[in-house]
């Protein structure tokens, strides 16, 4: 989520008209989306940092959040019940694409699990809407001499490749990974 936050803020520096669409687990509070907590204060639960996202000048009606849970859940004022949903977020997505008129200026930054980012890029591939994918590796030194963060690449057609996470990326386009061997 961090880094979604930083292009986030750069985005809207440059006037970009932004949405964040989240998945989740289980909300705390809406009210209270923490950055003072650690993960491992609390562990099994996702905190959803709808603060940060208010702070660099997203409105409620341009967050929205899915869970897979249906547990009763509190809900505040910073998120619009229409921009809730119960389900998988790239469901909430498709169903939010399917409805816009208009589909031209518009393009995917994403982080998350493997199986988000494929049906995402499959989502992407459907309405012919550009991607790109923040990967997250472990990361051995940091500057690419170790190899441990590597993912396979296509670039310019030249074949699969290794490509080095630390170095080459993060961000990659959803196009140059190759999601068989990801």
């Given at each position: 989520?961090?880094?979604?936050?930083?292009?986030?803020?750069?985005?809207?520096?440059?006037?970009?008209?932004?949405?964040?669409?989240?998945?989740?687990d289980?909300?705390?509070?809406?009210?209270?989306?923490?950055?003072?907590?650690?993960?491992?204060?609390?562990?099994e639960?996702?905190?959803?940092?709808?603060?940060?996202?208010?702070?660099?000048?997203?409105?409620?009606?341009?967050?929205?959040?899915?869970r897979?849970?249906?547990?009763?859940?509190?809900?505040?004022?910073?998120?619009s019940?229409?921009?809730?949903?119960?389900?998988?977020?790239?469901?909430?997505?498709?169903?939010?694409?399917?409805?816009?008129k208009?589909?031209?200026?518009?393009?995917?930054?994403?982080?998350?699990?493997?199986?988000?980012?494929?049906?995402?890029?499959?989502?992407?591939?459907r309405?012919?809407?550009?991607?790109?994918?923040?990967?997250?590796?472990?990361?051995g030194?940091?500057?690419?001499?170790?190899?441990?963060?590597?993912?396979?690449?296509r670039?310019?057609?030249?074949?699969?490749?290794?490509?080095?996470?630390?170095v080459?990326?993060?961000?990659?386009?959803?196009?140059?990974?190759?999601?068989?061997?990801?």
């Amino acid at each position: 989520m961090a880094p979604l936050v930083f292009f986030g803020q750069a985005l809207k520096f440059y006037s970009f008209k932004l949405k964040a669409f989240i998945g989740i687990d289980r909300i705390v509070s809406l009210q209270e989306a923490p950055y003072g907590k650690t993960f491992a204060d609390e562990s099994e639960k996702a905190y959803v940092y709808i603060n940060e996202l208010s702070k660099i000048g997203l409105n409620p009606d341009e967050i929205f959040l899915s869970r897979e849970s249906t547990e009763k859940e509190i809900l505040s004022d910073k998120i619009s019940l229409e921009n809730y949903h119960v389900g998988l977020i790239v469901d909430h997505y498709e169903r939010y694409l399917s409805r816009l008129k208009r589909k031209k200026s518009i393009m995917i930054l994403a982080c998350g699990p493997k199986p988000m980012l494929i049906a995402l890029k499959n989502i992407a591939l459907r309405f012919n809407i550009p991607m790109k994918v923040l990967l997250e590796k472990r990361m051995g030194c940091g500057i690419g001499v170790c190899m441990s963060c590597v993912c396979r690449t296509r670039k310019n057609n030249e074949g699969s490749r290794y490509s080095r996470v630390c170095v080459e990326g993060p961000l990659f386009d959803a196009k140059e990974i190759d999601w068989e061997k990801l």
